[in-house]
């Protein structure tokens, strides 16, 4: 019942952000939302609070994912299929190569293994957050089409290296076939 809660109260932030996002458009949706989050951190349900990750996957990322994938041109991600991969892959392993091996060269507590792990949360980019931080600025539609079908398969990509970070820590050892263990 906790979990239905604290579900409901982000739920009651999202709404609020964009409330706010709908009476000064001039900040970019995201950053209202980053907001929010900071200000939860004040509350108590939120100082030891532990979302069960199986239900942030199945409850926030998989429908926000599947909107976007609706919203998505079909057209224009073919005739960009290489292009958008080549983003969505090599940023994100780029991302999580230097956030890891930086985290781990600053903070020695942390193990290699965790550091590519923590790289590999920050890494994705959300397409919402996208559209909203791009909102104002004028871009080609072929590259606004570009940076959101990126932005839906990076999501992928950190996933896969999420995975491959933690198999690490828990084995020791590091390999690409035994990534989903």
């Given at each position: 019942m906790e979990a239905v809660f604290a579900i409901v109260l982000l739920l009651g932030a999202v709404v609020a952000a964009n409330i706010l996002y709908g009476l000064y458009s001039k900040i970019p949706l995201a950053f209202y939302q980053?907001?929010?989050?900071?200000?939860?951190?004040?509350l108590p349900l939120y100082h030891h609070y532990q979302l069960d990750p199986s239900?942030?996957?199945?409850?926030?990322?998989?429908?926000?994912?599947?909107?976007?994938?609706?919203?998505?041109?079909?057209?224009?991600?073919?005739?960009?299929?290489?292009?958008?991969?080549s983003l969505a892959i090599t940023l994100v392993v780029v991302t999580v190569?230097?956030?890891?091996?930086s985290i781990h060269a600053l903070l020695p507590l942390f193990t290699l293994p965790l550091a590519f792990a923590l790289g590999a949360i920050v890494s994705p980019t959300d397409a919402v957050a996208v559209k909203s931080i791009t909102a104002s600025i004028s871009l080609p539609k072929r590259?606004?089409?570009?940076?959101?079908?990126?932005?839906?398969?990076?999501d992928a990509t950190g996933i896969v290296a999420l995975a491959l970070s933690l198999a690490a820590f828990r084995t020791g050892h590091f390999s690409l076939g035994q990534g989903d263990h």
């Open positions: 980053i907001g929010m989050g900071l200000l939860f951190t004040l239900i942030f996957l199945y409850a926030i990322i998989t429908p926000l994912m599947f909107n976007d994938a609706q919203n998505t041109s079909r057209r224009s991600l073919s005739r960009n299929l290489g292009t958008t991969l190569l230097v956030l890891g091996f590259i606004m089409n570009t940076l959101e079908n990126e932005s839906l398969f990076n």
